[in-house]
């Protein structure tokens, strides 16, 4: 029995996600409480970070004088542009100074350096999801069950928001262009079959979007996806791939109502992939959110993740007993697929991924 990766794409199950305090702090929401994505689970303190001021090279003295023009010592409190440390020039005025770039504490004053602590901060979690708040984790977090449609995605980045759901071309090969973002995408999640130009990213940020889902977006676009100030959802994968009919039609049939998009991408330790979460009226029924450890089998909906097929979809309809010939000339096992457009081709089981 072989079981591949794979990824969901679900009209309606019960979804449950883990809100997590970086560290130790104060759980705000009960047991059975209903909470908003705005709303605040869970706070806890952050220790500030430790800047380092070496007093000798911002005030271009030799190192053993510099210890002479500090002016703070080890406990006391600074404030944002405060002096710490500055030599005399004729009839006593200050000349260049050495001033505290952050809110804090000086820790330590030693040759010629000065440690500050920036102050602590507050960290308030918010529940990101619409839901039921089904587990407390004390000092920890929460575990909050949502009741919707799910889709995961390829690839994401730039954290979590929510908007309502607009879909901005009427089919998944179609490009999301640059004219076709407004002013009435303001506060959505705007969609389309792919991204082929930075032009739309701009008008993007222009327009105050939430968030952009789509297929594809060519490579050389990699970091401008990483640098918009909002989470960009790819559901395929990099190239000039459209998004699949599956998830167009999903994201289509959910036009209007609100989306919980979660793009951070991790590879490694604690993986995680990119998501979007569409709540659904409460009292509809549900099935449980299904295993990501599934067996290849006929009648399973699958995704190709290689060419000559990439990004196709299709049902399985045979599992050869044997290996069979590719189109490389290598002998592979593989699977008979149906693509949506009737097509039926052999890809090799290491190529393609479950959709369920």
Known sequence: MYYPVSSRITALTTIRRERLLPAPGQVLVSTGEMVGPADVVARCQLPGAVQVLDVARILGIPRKRAARYVRKSVGDTVQVNELLASPRGLLG??????????????????????????AATTLELQAHFRGKVQNVMPNRGVVIAVSGALIQGTWGSGGEAAGVLKMLVDNPQKPLRARAVDVSCHGTIVMGGRILDADVLEQAIEARVRGIIVGGAVASLRQNLEAVPFPVLLTEGFGTLPMSQPVFDLLQSNMGREALLSADTRTRRGARRPEVVIPLQDGQSTQEESSDILPMEVGVQVRALRAPYLGGVGTV??????????????????????????????????????IH
Do not use: F, M, T, Y
């Open 93 to 118: 005025q200050i000349r260049k100074g050495c001033r505290s770039p952050v809110e804090g504490q000086v820790i330590e004053v030693r040759d010629g350096v000065i440690l500050i602590e920036s």
């Open 317 to 354: 309809v045979d599992l050869p007993e044997k290996p069979q010939e590719v189109e490389s000339g290598a002998r592979l096992p593989v699977a008979v697929v149906e693509l949506h457009d009737g097509e039926r081709v052999s890809i090799p089981l290491a190529n393609l991924e479950l």
